[in-house]
């Protein structure tokens, strides 16, 4: 008797135990992407990877939501300030405490603000404008510019926020710096205030999260996973093989080639949204004489009409059909579309039309073609290499050799910096969803402060003064007036060729439920799980 | 001998320095690390304050030294990437790369001497046609094919192993193991597979090729006349004398094991020392870069030296040489 009744509890209690088990890996999410964090320190690098793993542990002022909206995250409240444009105050969330228990107060924003300013910073350039930040009381925070900066909030979705504590008892009051030699703290540890505290890592192997129970916004988000195991998958099909055998859960970068595949696979699924990423190809027009090309003593694509003529050349459509299988949205404009300034008729598909393009280059003196040497990146953007094979042969048509040099991004993004291309693929991403960050860095003349990406050596002294004004021009609607004027001559110039918005395939289990965010960065407080 | 010794270890010193030397030589056109560690928002002042920082600026030459200067003392840098000391980041990821070379080896040593007798003393047999036939798919089929085909197989259709990581792992301390761990265990399986399968196929072949060189010797064809048991002429005579070349070529293998654990490891995710290289690589991260290719010379170098050094042990007629020249 008695031994049947031990036996009966042990059985009861190794079922509860198996179920309890089940319950735990029915909410845990098995994570993996193409590449790892880069590091822990919130402000060293502002790169994908590294800024999706972080919102996980550690949040902003401001956040995006799954939609790529600014929702309330640490500030309730904020805008600029009614006596003074130039200052934009903040109110900060009351209540709110870091993974180690400490009270989370305007202390830790000021400290993190000027953390992020730090010259080692990797988030200086977004807080370029500031000249002060300071605390207005303990739950109060404001920033002061330089001149009026009706964006302000669009900039620091990204960035995150320290406690002051912890930095200072830990030694990571600054921002990791390669040249000084130390390994800081903060580079290998989190305390931040997110939905999901870090519980291990090991770099390009395993990250262990699990579920933050104090956290403030826990009855207002769905938070069903419990637990997060997020492990960098680099080989495309090893990633594609581990969420069809169900080693993984959710994988944001399946590959173009095996989309099929995973959407056909019983218990998959594949959800897909337009990226805020745009591909195009710049030239060289502002040079009298290029170095990459056939034509002595002159600059094919200083006139209007090459450019125009290759733009017309380009074939968005066979380029979608053929070599992204139907997974890109065709562009006419270098802006993705979620961005302010954005309009459909700007971003209406160019004529694809060899022979008023055969017309233009006769027009130009160029009837007989050139040669020119295209650079492109073989490893940076979806099926790169194979988008500017693609181009070589539709350029071809109007009489132009290309001769394509791919080389792994690496090498290739310097050569734009360097100004060492005449023709080139590039692609942007605008993090504060307006066009003045196009402007600034794709337009503007390149110099110190400016311009650093503009490698079509477009220069034009009226049209910097514009771009340089909308920094600080408060009334949005005069703001919204000058940005259609710029885009009307960046359109009118024809300054880049866009080729189309990349689009996002994520695949996933069928229990996950989530739409895809444009930016890459899944919130996974956001997520639901079925059963 | 200690003369030998010390000129052999002289020319090791050699050996490095020029790795270094052309290692070098190479960094300036694997990319620029600049573009990768600053991101997007970078202005042209950035990039140049940087490149001065990291004394990118400098020639070749001037860059090697510096890098010399302190791995004579044992500091390799820090990491462009990861931002933490080359040495730390080396030293954890490098009980991922010898575990697997260690099982890779061990496999193809049991499986490539059996094999190899198996086929010798069966030649004619269905079995040992049908297992050198296979051998030839070990020979040509490249790592990366192989790994991806067992992949699919064993994680995806058959669902019994994980397709990628090293499974959960314990920390000893100063060793991470995936010897002591259900899933750590399962886990080395497959890229332990694919990482040995070309140096089994290589080692049963020459079993096999000595194996029936020494059984058509006369002391072999006396031993047999003698009624000796078929297991003793095999395994105490003809194997014994089969070793020696076998042992040679296994010891340079498992330098290149854990050399070309590099493919192994970016199919399987396995985080090891190959892993790591190949990221630095893309990240044009030169101080892991330039740590790496110098560890995995100096495993090459000592490996020869041992493997020198042993056969001057071994072999009397080399020793004999020596003291005569």
């Known amino acids: 008797m008695k031994l049947k009744t031990l036996t009966r509890i042990a059985l009861a209690s190794t079922v509860a135990l198996s179920m309890g088990i089940g319950m735990a890996n029915a909410q845990t999410l098995n994570w993996a992407r193409a590449g790892d964090s880069i590091t822990l320190d919130p402000h060293a690098q502002n ?33 600029p300030s009614e006596s003074d444009p130039n200052v934009w105050s903040f109110k900060l969330r009351e209540g709110v405490k870091f993974h180690d228990g400490a009270e989370f107060d305007s202390e830790d924003v000021v400290f993190s603000f000027n953390r992020a300013m730090s010259e080692e910073s990797n988030f200086k350039e977004l807080l370029a404008s500031v000249k002060e930040v300071r605390a207005n009381g303990k739950y109060g925070f404001e920033i002061v510019t330089d001149g009026p900066n009706p964006l302000m909030a669009s900039n620091l979705t990204n960035l995150f926020i320290m406690d002051k504590d912890w930095a200072e008892a830990n030694g990571a009051t600054k921002v990791q710096d390669v040249e000084g030699g130390e390994d800081t703290f903060a580079s290998r540890n989190a305390n931040g205030t997110g939905p999901y505290i870090l519980v291990s890592r090991e770099p390009d192997a395993k990250t262990v999260l699990r579920i933050n129970e104090n956290y403030w916004g826990i009855d207002q988000f769905p938070m069903d996973i419990k637990e997060i195991v997020y492990t960098p998958i680099q080989n495309q099909a090893t990633r594609v093989a581990a969420l069809l055998s169900g080693d993984v859960d959710f994988i944001q970068d399946v590959p173009v080639q095996d989309l099929a595949r995973v959407g056909e696979t019983d218990g998959l699924k594949v959800i897909t949204a337009p990226q805020n990423r745009v591909i195009f190809f710049g030239m060289n027009q502002g040079d009298v004489d290029l170095e990459t090309d056939n034509v002595e ?65 006769n027009d130009a003196g160029y009837g007989d073609g050139f040669s020119i040497r295209l650079n492109c990146p073989n490893d940076r953007y979806i099926n790169d290499e194979a988008i500017c094979q693609a181009s070589v042969g539709m350029l071809a048509k109007i009489g132009i050799d290309v001769q394509l040099e791919a080389l792994p991004k690496a090498q290739h993004f310097p050569l734009i910096g360097g100004l060492k291309t005449d023709f080139y693929m590039l692609g942007w991403g605008v993090p504060t ?31 910097d003064m ?31 060729i866009p080729i189309h918005h990349q689009v996002l395939n994520w695949g996933m289990s069928d229990k996950v439920d989530t739409i895809v965010s444009p930016e890459d960065t899944p919130m996974f407080k956001y997520f639901k799980l079925g059963s | 001998m200690l003369a030998f010794a010390i000129r052999r270890m002289f020319q090791s010193i050699i050996v490095l320095l020029v790795v270094g ?71 954890e990821r490098l009980p991922a790369t010898l575990e697997l070379a260690f099982v890779s080896a061990v496999l193809a040593i049991i499986f490539g001497v059996a094999l190899g007798i198996f086929t010798a003393i069966r030649r004619n047999g269905w079995a040992a046609n049908t297992i050198m036939t296979l051998s030839l798919i070990g020979v040509s089929l490249p790592t990366f094919l192989i790994g991806i085909l067992l992949i699919y197989i064993f994680a995806v259709e058959l669902g019994w192993l994980p397709s990628f990581g090293r499974g959960d792992v314990v920390d000893l301390g100063w060793w991470r193991t995936g010897f002591l761990t259900k899933s750590g265990l399962l886990a080395i399986i497959l890229p332990a597979i694919t990482l040995g399968l070309y140096q089994m196929t290589l080692i049963m072949r020459i079993v096999r090729a000595e194996m029936l060189e020494v059984l058509r010797t006369d002391y072999i064809k006396f031993a047999r006349a003698r009624g000796l048991s078929k297991r003793a002429v095999n395994f105490g005579h003809a194997l014994k004398n089969t070793m020696v070349p076998v042992i040679t070529v296994t010891g340079m293998q498992i330098g290149s094991i854990i050399a070309f654990a590099i493919i192994t490891e970016t199919v399987f995710q396995w985080p090891g020392v190959g892993l790591l290289f190949i990221n630095a690589i893309r990240f044009v991260d030169i101080p892991i870069m330039a740590a790496y290719l110098m560890l995995i010379s100096v495993m090459f170098v000592s490996i020869n030296l041992i493997v020198d050094l042993l056969y001057f042990a071994i072999d009397p007629r080399l020793r004999l040489d020596k003291t005569k020249g």
């Open chain 2, 21 to 91: 030397l052309v290692a070098f030589s190479m960094f300036n056109f694997v990319g620029d690390p600049v573009d990768s560690m600053l991101g997007q928002e970078r202005t042209d002042a950035d990039v140049e304050r940087v490149r001065i920082q990291l004394g990118l600026d400098q020639p070749f030459p001037v860059q090697y030294y510096k890098f010399l200067k302190g791995a004579i003392k044992g500091n390799f840098g820090i990491s462009y990437r990861q931002g933490r000391p080359v040495s730390d980041i080396i030293a």
């Open chain 1, 466 to 496: 514009k771009i340089q004004g909308l920094a600080s021009e408060t009334n949005l609607e005069k703001r919204n007036q000058t940005i259609a004027e710029i885009w009307e001559v960046v359109q009118r110039e024809q300054l880049y």
């Open chain 1, 47 to 79: 790169e994908g990877p590294t800024t999706a793993l972080q919102h996980q542990i550690s949040e902003a002022l401001i956040v995006r939501d799954m939609t790529g909206k600014a929702v309330p995250a640490l500030a309730t409240e904020w805008g």
């Open chain 1, 433 to 463: 969803y307006d066009s003045e960050y196009i402007f600034n860095f794709l337009v503007h003349t390149k110099g110190e402060k400016y311009g650093s990406w503009n490698g079509v050596r477009f220069s034009d002294p009226e049209l």
């Open chain 1, 297 to 361: 003593g002159k600059n094919p694509f200083a006139d209007l009409r090459v450019r125009q003529a290759v733009n017309m050349a380009i074939n968005r459509e066979a380029i979608k059909k053929i070599v992204m299988r139907d997974q890109s949205v065709p562009a006419g404009m270098i802006s993705p579309p979620f961005v302010n300034g954005w309009t459909a008729e700007l971003d209406a598909v160019p004529e694809n039309n060899v022979e008023k393009a055969q017309g233009l280059m």
